[in-house]
């Protein structure tokens, strides 16, 4: 026989951003559970709101699937004589087995033929085993926060008030801490009263009566369709928020739409300050009206239908206009006097405890920003003083009435110091840049398109993982508590968008440098902590990489070897991607690992940048002996010829201009192929005359160091 | 209803549930949380109810009485309930009914918040109740004070007064609340607000107030080693306001914050300790009344 089950936890409110997550830890738990129980069923949903988690399962069989046991005892031949008799030692494994010997069974295992005990497992009845199970599954819901509220050692997010487990029309009973599970549910946790229910239909149908929407997905859905329709009923539209619209519907079991509205003369505030007043705190939607201008109107959500609808959206009002005034408190004292002013209070805000003030921050950034500039060589003179000009005042709005303090506006930083810098006339570049600098702030966000800005991110973001590593907070596992990875994709996202030929070593030896000279301890010997920086930025880009669709093999090959710009190295990757789909990849690979190949394990070095330039400009000028070889003993038309090519070939290279594409080193490079294929084809490498075999040698390793500068062709599979 | 009314029915309502009605500290405090009614009583195993009314001072919350919501003192309605009973959060549904809030004619929500005294090594979870979408009041479970875990746990009801009256009388400013008899809030303390307001952020004797600090953060210590635990909590008290000052006065740094709370936090967290083995060595008397620390049975 099947029948439906349910299960509700009922709780006083859990935080809106916890339901999710016990959701998902409910689910697992009962499906692994019933698994392992061997508890078979149709469906298992679940379903979640601030005051209710439940489990349903449809067509839960009566009983446990029945299972058989295996005991193995001693192998046939042991167990059993050549006429088929048990042997003494059959006899003591039955004995031991509690069964008699002609119970024994024999069985194949993958070490041959053993005598066994087989027994059936009958199954339990499916209510006695969850009465069992379901008080240790829900110990095991993890929260990120959890309390006690009464005698007993059950810990939860927020008090759990009461249990209810049918299965049918059956009331399973179970205790879990001081709380005993039942067949009554409650409407809310603000009353007393319980509602009996007779069956797991019955207990849906008592909540659907009530208003109650236990789905979350179609709670979401209700409050987007709702809020829509009353920004349109408002004329306007509604300024769409999934993050809201996600925490307003776990805020509530049966959302009811009110609109209201506030003085126009607010309006006069930057749009997004009066956005996040409605939002943060009250969790209000904004609407926009013709020309995307916002109208004096919110949207707000309680919980279940209300008679007095006037006069909760008069509270609601009251509240709302409290929040804009503070803000326009907060935007008056602030603008009163110029966004420098705040500047200069930068100095007594410390940054990060050991590295200075932020004050100083801005300053590093400065500098910071100017090499870059210089590096990727762009902008007129003029660039120099905007940046100088907007990195003063970046960080100025965290020292503003607005920002400071962790208030509900603070999450509006940079956004604010750009409409403070318009305010106090600063020029609109300046203004643009100090937005700009905290771009991209999220997974999805843009990046900067004016010059000083981007500067100024790239500076800010270098200079918080330089910062951070240099206090040892770098990320460890899941541990990232400055969000370092989010700084080091956001720098390579700008960089690589913004086609940015800035190399990073010199950049993070620069930025140490910076932190070096305020006279702040550096930790580790030498370049070790230069060293862990561009690791950590490896591993961003080859994440970033890999996850643009390109093949591990070649994102290994391009940033094992000594790569030093971004930029070049995603346009090496995607030419290689490309080259290998195109099936060209294919011959150029195997000629350059002929040439790895063929040198004597012990000769070759890992990749070292100063050897391979040394190759590079030995090779171009001509100089083979700083190679330790000499033309003179090359026996075959096809050496020299190799010899040529590659002297061509590596001057190219070191003439490139700064900013080529990654995509032109490759077409170089491959220039070389046929030059090399006719070598291997003509020249026995390991000839006898060990002279003329070690001039070789010494010749083909000149050539791989210079190469692997570019590419660690041996990373490559497949080829 | 006025504001004496709303702190009457309150008192009415929670020494029906078996409340003792106490009185606000005799010494500054920033929340009704820091009356030892709270904070020592929520320590060990004795049971404890009690309700109070708080004025609450919060020096950088004064704005010259210029602001209609905000004031560097203001009133808390304070309940404690140890252990917090199983229907705590009817009970307290029940409260705003007393006083005239009618749940099913308004949209009464309960916001998570976690609370947390860095200053007093306290912290527990709960809400913000919202009324129409204001705070009206706070609701918290406790489970540290002092560094001490608490069992049992015990449940704090913490009512805005000056809130709820404004919503109850439907004015917009403070300063409007009608105390009683025709008397208006402002007409009572706006003078206060103004004078305080230009004192904590202006006036203040900041060479004063650091020589304070030490020396009354050394007296509690000092009382501590002496085994006089209560005038040492008083002495944190003590500390903890002249802190609020100097801080409102913009005279501690960032960085200076910090070792400054904790260096309160210390004494606190050893006063806990102390009068949990003070409260033992007495025998925890309030545990052997048969209705625990109730006044009247409830």
């Known amino acids: ?719 | 209803m006025t504001f004496q009314e709303l702190v009457t029915a309150l008192e009415q309502f929670w020494s029906g549930r078996g409340c003792l009605l106490l009185t606000p500290y005799n010494s500054e405090v920033g929340a009704g949380t820091m009356n030892p009614s709270t904070f020592l009583r929520v320590l060990g195993p004795e049971p404890w109810m009690a309700a109070y009314i708080e004025p609450s001072k919060r020096p950088k919350d004064g704005r010259y009485g210029e602001n209609p919501n905000r004031v560097q003192q203001f009133n808390q309605y304070q309940v404690i309930l140890k252990p917090s009973p199983e229907n705590v959060l009817p009970i307290y549904i029940e409260s705003l009914e007393a006083i005239g809030i009618d749940p099913s004619r308004h949209d009464i929500r309960l916001l998570e918040d976690d609370w947390e005294s860095p200053t007093l090594g306290a912290a527990g979870l709960g809400w913000e109740v919202w009324l129409d979408g204001m705070e009206i009041t706070q609701f918290t479970y406790f489970q540290v004070a002092g560094g001490q875990e608490l069992d049992p746990v015990s449940a704090e009801i913490t009512y805005g007064l000056e809130r709820i009256c404004m919503y109850l009388q439907g004015v917009d400013d403070i300063m409007e609340i009608e105390w009683g008899g025709g008397v208006k809030w402002g007409e009572l303390f706006l003078q206060a607000e103004r004078e305080f307001s230009s004192f904590h952020f202006e006036r203040a004797g900041v060479p004063f107030y650091f020589e304070i600090f030490e020396r009354y953060q050394q007296e509690a210590a000092r009382m501590l080693d002496d085994g006089l635990i209560l005038p040492a909590y008083d002495y944190v008290i003590k500390c903890s306001h002249v802190f609020n000052v100097l801080d409102a006065r913009g005279s501690i740094s960032v960085s200076e914050r910090t070792s400054y709370i904790a260096r309160i936090r210390d004494v606190a967290c050893r006063v806990a300790e102390r009068y949990i083995e003070q409260r033992k060595r007495l025998g925890f008397p309030l545990l052997k009344r048969p209705g625990g620390s109730r006044g009247r049975s409830s």
């Open chain 1, 1 to 719: 026989m099947k029948q439906d089950f349910v299960l509700e936890v009922g709780c006083e409110n859990l935080p809106s951003g916890y339901i999710s997550g016990a959701l998902d830890q409910l689910r697992m738990l009962f499906a692994d559970g019933c698994k392992a129980e061997r508890i078979q069923y149709g469906g298992l949903r679940v379903f979640g709101t601030p005051n209710r988690l439940v489990v349903f399962i449809e067509g839960l069989s009566s009983r446990q699937r029945a299972d058989e046991e295996r005991v193995t005892g001693p192998p046939v031949k042991v167990a059993l004589t050549e006429n088929g008799q048990f042997t003494r030692a059959a006899a003591g494994f039955a004995k031991a087995q509690g069964v008699p010997v002609d119970a024994l069974r024999t069985i194949e295992t993958g070490r041959g033929a053993y005598i066994a005990v087989v027994r059936r497992i009958e199954g339990r009845r499916t209510s006695a085993v969850l009465k069992e199970k379901i008080p240790g599954w829900l110990r095991l819901i993890r929260f990120p926060k959890t309390m006690r509220w009464d005698g007993s050692d059950f810990r939860f997010a927020r008090p759990v008030r009461w249990i209810l487990a049918m299965l049918g029309e059956r009331r399973l009973t179970f205790k879990i801490g001081a709380l005993s599970a039942g067949n009554v549910t409650r409407l809310s946790p603000y009353k007393k009263e319980y509602v009996t229910v007779e069956s797991t239909g019955h207990y849906f149908a008592v909540l659907r009566k009530k208003g109650v929407i236990l789905d979350q997905e179609k709670r979401r859905d209700t409050v987007r369709r709702l809020a829509g329709e009353a920004a349109r009923a408002l004329g306007g539209s509604l300024i769409e928020d999934e993050d809201l619209v996600g925490s307003v519907s776990n805020l509530l079991e049966r959302p009811t739409v009110l609109t209201g509205s506030f003085d126009r003369s607010f309006l006069s505030l930057p749009r997004e300050v009066i956005v996040t007043a409605l939002k943060s705190h009250q969790r209000y939607f904004s609407v926009a009206g013709r020309g995307g201008r916002l109208k004096p109107c919110f949207i707000a959500f309680a919980d279940g239908a209300r008679r007095n609808k006037r006069e909760i959206i008069k509270g609601y009002e009251r509240v709302l206009q409290a929040r804009l005034a503070d803000a326009e408190f907060y935007y008056r004292e602030d603008t009163s006097k110029p966004l420098s002013v705040l500047a200069e209070k930068l100095d007594g805000i410390v940054w990060l405890e050991g590295l200075g003030s932020v004050a100083r921050k801005t300053g590093r950034m400065e500098l910071l920003a100017c090499r870059f500039k210089s590096e990727w060589g762009i902008g007129d003179p003029g660039l120099e003083n905007i940046i100088a000009r907007a990195a003063r005042l970046a960080k100025a709005d965290l020292a503003s009435e607005m920002v400071k303090d962790g208030k509900e506006f603070t999450l509006l930083q940079g956004y604010i110091g750009r409409e403070y810098a318009r305010v106090s006339g600063e020029s609109d570049e300046v203004a643009e840049a100090i937005f700009e600098h905290y771009l991209p702030r999220f997974a999805g966000d843009g990046i900067p398109e004016g010059e000083a800005g981007i500067l100024l991110a790239l500076a800010d973001k270098l200079d918080t993982i330089t910062g951070c590593f240099i206090l040892g907070l770098g990320p460890t596992g899941s541990q990232d508590p400055y969000a370092l990875r989010r700084h080091a994709l956001g720098l390579l996202r700008i960089l690589i968008a913004r086609k940015a030929g800035i190399p990073l070593p010199g950049a993070i030896r620069y930025s140490i440098d910076l932190f070096g000279k305020e006279g702040i301890e550096l930790p580790g010997i030498g370049r070790e902590l230069e060293k862990m920086i561009i690791d950590f930025f490896r591993q961003r880009l080859t994440s970033m990489l890999r996850g643009e669709g390109f093949d591990y093999d070649l994102v290994a090959a391009v940033l094992t070897a000594p790569w030093e710009k971004p930029v070049t190295a995603r346009e090496m990757a995607a030419e290689l991607q490309r080259m290998r789909n195109d099936g060209e990849l294919t011959g150029f690979v195997l000629a350059m690992k002929r040439v790895t190949n063929i040198i004597p394990r012990d000769m070759k070095k890992p990749v070292d940048v100063d050897a391979g330039r040394k190759a590079m400009h030995a090779f171009s000028g001509q100089t083979p002996e700083a190679l330790g070889f000499s033309p003179a003993l090359f026996s075959e038309e096809s050496e020299s010829r190799l010899f040529e090519e590659a002297s061509r070939t590596l001057g190219d290279l070191l003439r490139i201009e700064e900013n080529a594409h990654g995509g032109r080193y490759l077409e170089i490079i491959a220039r070389i192929v046929p030059a090399i294929n006719r070598y291997f084809d003509e020249v026995l490498v390991n000839c006898d005359d060990r002279e003329v075999r070690d001039n070789r040698h010494a010749f083909l390793l000149g050539l791989h160091t210079a190469f692997s500068l570019f590419l660690d062709f041996s990373c490559i599979t497949g080829e």
